[in-house]
Structures are given as C-alpha cells and as structure tokens.
C-alpha cells in the first residue's frame, strides 16, 4: 500500500478534495448572482490537477513538487477570490490553507516566494474591490499571511531536524542491535563449542577410564561401539584393527548385523580408503538393495599398526553433524592411543615372561654347574653327572629332542659319542663320525672352535652336511641343529656338544644356542679337570 500512495498521488487527492470543497461552497452558498463561471473554474481545475498527476506519473522522476505547480493552485485561489466577490469574499482563507500545505516543506527562498505570490494574487484579486474593505484589515491580512508562512517554516524546520535526529537515534539503536545480537550470537556459538567440547572431553574420559587396565582387545572393541552411539546411530558399524606388520590380517569387528554386500564393500576398501580427512564420505549404489554411504577414520601408527572406524548407513539416514564428525575424530585418537598401549602392555608382558624364564633357565644352570662340580669332585666320575645334566637341559631347560656329547678319539681320528639323551634304543658307540670334513658341521665346530648353527630354512649347506656312511646315522640327522665345541682355559677345542629338534621341528632360539655356549664352557672345565687327575694318577 505505501507504493501506492506515493507523493504525486498525494498532491492530486489534495487537489481533488480542494475543488470539491471549492464546489460544494458554490452549490451551498451561493457566493455569486452568476456561479456558472465558479462551475467552469472549478471543473478547470479539477482537469488541471489530473493533467499535472499525469505529468508527475509518468515524466517526472523526482518526488518534490514544482513550485510552478504551487503558484497554479495559487492562482487558482485568486480566481476564487475575484469571481466570487473580491475584498468581501471568503476565499481569500484559502491562501492561507495554500501556505500552510507548502510553507514547512520548501526552503526559505521558496517560503517566501510562496507568501508573496500568495500577496500579489491577494491583492490582484481584490482589485477594484479594495474601496469596499478597509485598509487595516487588509494589512492584517496579508501579516497574518506572512506570520504563518514564517512560523510554519520554521516548525517544519524543527520538524525536519527532530525527524533527522529520530533518524539518527533509530540508526544508532538499529546498529546498537545488529552489534548486540553480533556480540549474542558469537557467546552463543562460543557457548555451543564448550558445550561440544565438554561433550567431547566427557567421552574420552570415560572411554579411557573404562578401557584402562584391560588386557584383551575384544573389550576394548566393544567399548568403541559403545563410545560410538553415545555420539550417533548409524545403521552399522565396522572396527578394523591391524596390530602390526607381523599380523598383516585384519581384525574385523562389525555391530547391527550389517548386510553380507555393505560388509563386503567396506572390506574391499580396506583399512585405508584414501581419504583425505576424518569423516570423508564415499557411497555405493548396490541395485535394488538401495544407496550406502560410509564414513571413515583412519589412524595408523609408526609400528604400521592400524584403527579405522567404518560408520555405514542408508543414504536416506545419513545424517552426521559437523560437530559429530570433529568427536569421532577425538575419540579415534583415544582409541589409537589405547590400543597402542594395549599392545605395548602385551609385549612388555610377554618380554617380562621371556626374562623371568631367562633367569630361571640361568639359575638352572647354576645349579646344574654346582651339581656337576660336586660330583665330579666327590666320586671322580663325569658320565654319569653329565648325562643328567644333558638331560635336564633337553628336556627341562631347553626343550631340545637330542643333545649329544662328542670327545676325540685322536688314534682314530674319529668324534666319539660320549654321553647322549633322546636316541632310544640306538647303540651309543655306534654314533661317531672323522674329525675330517666328512664329519659335516660336528667335526667342523671342533676344528675351527666356532659354534654352528642351522635354522632349517632351506637345504643344509654342503659344508655342513656327513659324508656317507655316517650320513645315514640316525640320532645325529636334522635339519635343525646346533654344534657348539667345548674349549678349555687353554683354548683348545676338547669336544662338541650338539643338540637338534629332529621330531618338533621348531627353530632353536638365540637364547638357547647362548645358554648352551655357557654350559658347554663349563664341561669343558670339568672335563680338562679330570683329564688332569688322570694324567697325574698315571
């Protein structure tokens, strides 16, 4: 409605309702013998202002009146005036209704162009008529003109300046408001990221509090899910767990019976599917089984183990807020870490397991060393000593399936078996093989004093292999083997022990071959001790 009624349209509704009143006047009071030129003046006005509302519409782009228009009205006041008796005609209060519609909104020069005008069309009006008015009240009259173009000037001036100043109060409170809401908006949002944050530190606090001090995964993994759906509902969930590079395999654990199609999807995808950022999309149309959108956090550590969480939906439900993703992403670090932890745990269990069993294994051979020198010293006896001690040492210490003692027997050139466990029923005297390289890798271990050893990957070295016949020997043929030669404090090689795992087939550990270095010093210091009695008894 205010495009409607815009200001040329104001003015002619003015002028309307102005030759109405004027012709109302004429038909009710009859100012005049002879209205009919009233008639035409009226009805030439009425043409007038259509005329000008025409002009203003449709050619004039400014809003503000011409004054050339004001002086028409004017003068068409002043005919009013003369037609309708002169000095004695009422009419000549219209000027002043002229004045105070254009006085307050014009500029001073135009103010008082408009009294004077209005002046000179009073005063031509009167015209031959002024006799018949006295001249005071003339005077008076065209003062009071003046005094009210002055005085109404001057209130439209005020009115102008307090309309300039609500303007200016409404402009600074409008952007006392746009900064207030500024400043609302900016705490609400810093509000909502503490709320989000608190949230965020909330779920990992007791994610972690829950997850420490457990010892196996399975848990863990299920206080993921958990962790998960505190945060968000999606249809299914997939947790993928690489624990290092030596498990290359992936543990899968899914929640919300996925479908056999969204499950192999997300697998073919791998642990990771490239993308870019946490919470990365990627979707899949499975035909009539309906569009799957998945999101992903991916977190790999140094060791090259590795965690991603697979968040799959419909595409119809996938809804996930920008908030959601920034917690999951959080709680992803968490579980990266935990899981770390977990396996480091693990490890360092299993390491202190494999320590206290290296203590044990090594006060064992303390005590077999004590027993052995005991013994030897009480009954003078070594054979019997070190078959239990080679015994214990198979079967107890070490798990080895064979243990063998060599000696030299220099007049035959020939390694001798000496002491064995784990050959059943084989003739123990029948077990020698030369000193030479036809003795494989038990006469090489004696001739160079070095330990050799053999892990079973592959085919023995030609070096290391017994020439026939003594190949077809049956307690001393393995493919996993140790010889580690006995070397007295004179450094002279007396004899081999070897031990093998012909019937497990497992590798002999480093720990294993180290232990048996030590003992085997130790026999040969028991050995170089009897041969010592011997000699000097002879």
């Known amino acids: 409605m205010s495009g409607f009624f815009t200001p040329h349209l104001h003015r002619f509704m003015l002028r309307v309702l102005f030759g109405a009143g004027a012709f109302l006047w004429v038909v009710l009071g009859k100012p005049s013998p002879d209205p009919n030129n009233l008639h035409f003046l009226i009805l030439g006005f009425l043409l ?3 005329a000008i ?9 400014l809003p503000r009146e011409n004054p050339v228009f004001v002086v028409g009205d004017i003068l068409f006041v002043g005919f009013l005036i003369a037609l309708s008796g002169g000095a004695q005609s009422e009419m000549h209060l219209l000027l002043y209704f002229m004045v105070a519609l254009r006085a307050p909104y014009h500029s001073w020069t135009q103010t008082f162009m408009i009294a004077g005008v209005a002046t000179l069309v009073d005063i031509a009006a009167v015209g031959q008529t002024f006799r018949e008015t006295h001249w005071f009240d003339f005077v008076v009259r065209i003062l009071l003109l003046w005094f009210l173009a002055i005085t109404l000037r001057v209130i439209g001036l005020r009115s102008v ?28 949002k810093a509000n909502a990221e503490k709320e989000m944050r608190l949230a965020e ?14 010892d196996e995964y399975d848990p863990v993994y299920e206080k993921v899910f958990d962790s998960v759906h505190s945060v968000c509902e999606p249809a299914w969930l997939f947790l993928l767990h690489r624990r290092s590079p030596d498990r290359s395999e992936l543990i899968t654990r899914t929640f919300g019976d996925p479908p056999k199609h969204v499950t192999d999807w997300v697998l073919e995808q791998g642990i990771d599917p490239g993308c870019e950022s946490d919470g990365a999309r990627t979707s899949k149309r499975f035909g009539q089984q309906g569009d799957v959108e998945s999101r992903h956090f991916v977190r790999c550590h140094e060791n090259q183990s590795s965690v991603t969480l697979v968040l799959a939906f419909p595409v119809k439900e996938a809804v996930l807020l920008e908030e959601q993703v920034e917690i999951l992403s959080a709680l992803m670090d968490s579980v990266e870490m935990e899981l770390e ?23 064992r051979l303390h005590e077999l060393q004590h027993e052995l020198s005991k013994t030897f010293l009480a009954s003078g006896d070594i054979s ?47 077990i020698q093989v030369p000193i030479d390289e036809r003795g494989g890798a038990i006469s090489m271990a004696f001739r ?25 020997i049956p307690a001393i043929r393995s493919k996993i083997f140790v010889v580690v030669p006995l070397i007295n404090h004179l450094g002279q090689v007396i004899g081999v022990i070897g031990a093998d795992r012909k019937h497990t087939h497992r590798p002999i550990s480093h720990e294993t071959v180290t232990m048996l270095e030590f003992f085997a010093r130790h026999v040969a210091m028991v050995l170089s001790i009897s041969g010592s009695i011997k000699g000097g008894d002879a």
């Open 448 to 472: 160079e004093g070095r330990t050799i050893f053999f892990d079973g990957r592959g085919s023995v070295p030609k070096e290391l292999r017994l020439a026939s016949p003594y190949s077809k």
């Open 341 to 363: 932890l977990l396996r480091l745990r693990r490890d360092l269990g299993r390491s202190n397991l494999g320590l206290s069993e290296s203590n044990r294994h090594l006060t």
């Open 53 to 61: 509302f025409v002009w203003e519409q449709n050619w004039q782009s």
């Open 201 to 214: 530190i909330n779920l990992l606090h007791r994610f972690v509090m829950e997850v420490r001090g457990i």
């Open 384 to 430: 019997g000593v070190i078959q239990g001690a080679h015994e214990i040492m198979a079967k107890d210490m070490f798990e080895l399936d064979r243990l063998n003692l060599f000696l030299p027997d220099e007049e035959r050139g020939m390694l001798q078996c000496f002491t064995s466990v784990g050959i059943e029923d084989y003739p123990q005297e029948d």
């Open 48 to 50: 007038y202002s259509i």
């Open 161 to 188: 300046t307090e309309k300039q100043r609500s303007e200016r109060l409404s402009r600074e409170l409008s952007s006392t408001h746009d900064e207030v809401r500024r400043y609302t908006a900016a705490l609400e």
